[in-house]
């Protein structure tokens, strides 16, 4: 069965550095998203992508958030300068369309900010 | 303000009981619903999709029903099994995103 990947499982880096996520949508599906889960809390909605443009973002998804899609199977969450509180498991989700489908997700990148 | 709450309590049952969740959510329309199960780790796996003009769906064990007058989802698990054991999450559809309760953590005990 398909399944969307993440890479890498965990990364730890240091209070202003950049950290680029890594995802593997399903094939076929055309709408993608960020979610974030801080521990404890609820799985959050950061930002949908479709059709090489953001279609929606959160008050989460800031200046410091950015998003891409660099080829036909990437799909990228760039964090340019990192804070204490971005530390999260961060979840990509793709979906073949953007309502009426459930969303498949990752198995998440767990971000340690030190 | 916006709010989805689902039993804020762990719920803990014997095995071939059946676990009955709820979701509540004010300020909010949703023409879909959905639930979710997420694992320790792990990202959600989607369960069921309910729409707005549907009252009631099942697949296998699960059953969901939905009330917009209520504004209430409820979540059944019949027969339940250790097997179920996870943290189960609504997420109302807006526009394209998913917006998640908090979870239940449900615990089946052999």
């Known amino acids: 069965e398909p399944e969307v990947t993440q890479t890498p499982s965990h990364q730890v880096t240091q209070m202003g550095q950049e950290v680029i996520l890594r995802c593997v949508p399903i094939?076929?599906?055309?709408?993608f998203y960020w979610y974030r889960q801080i521990l404890g809390q609820k799985v959050e909605f950061l930002v949908s992508?479709?059709?090489?443009?953001?279609?929606?973002k959160s008050e989460i998804f800031d200046d410091q958030f950015s998003v891409e899609r660099p080829d036909g199977s990437n799909f990228t969450l760039k964090i340019r300068s990192t804070k204490l509180e971005d530390s999260a498991m961060y979840f990509c989700?793709?979906?073949?369309?953007?309502?009426?489908?459930?969303?498949?997700f990752g198995p998440g990148t767990r971000l340690t900010v030190t | 303000s916006q709010k989805i709450e689902q039993n804020s309590e762990a719920l803990n049952i014997q095995e071939g009981k059946t676990a009955t969740l709820t979701c509540n959510y004010t300020n909010y329309s949703p023409a879909y619903l959905q639930w979710y199960r997420q694992d320790p780790g792990r990202g959600p796996v989607f369960l069921l999709l309910?729409?707005?003009?549907?009252k009631e769906k099942r697949k296998e064990r699960l059953k969901v029903t939905f009330d917009t007058t209520l504004k209430q989802s409820l979540f059944h698990i019949t027969a339940s099994q250790p097997a179920d054991s996870a943290t189960y999450l609504c997420?109302?559809?807006?526009?394209?995103?998913?917006?998640f309760g908090q979870g239940t953590e449900l615990s089946v005990k052999p």
């Open positions: 094939s076929n599906h055309l709408y």
């Open positions: 997420a109302l559809v807006q526009g394209g995103k998913l917006i």
């Open positions: 992508f479709y059709n090489n443009e953001i279609s929606e």
């Open positions: 989700a793709s979906s073949w369309t953007g309502k009426l489908d459930e969303q498949y």
């Open positions: 309910i729409r707005e003009n549907e």
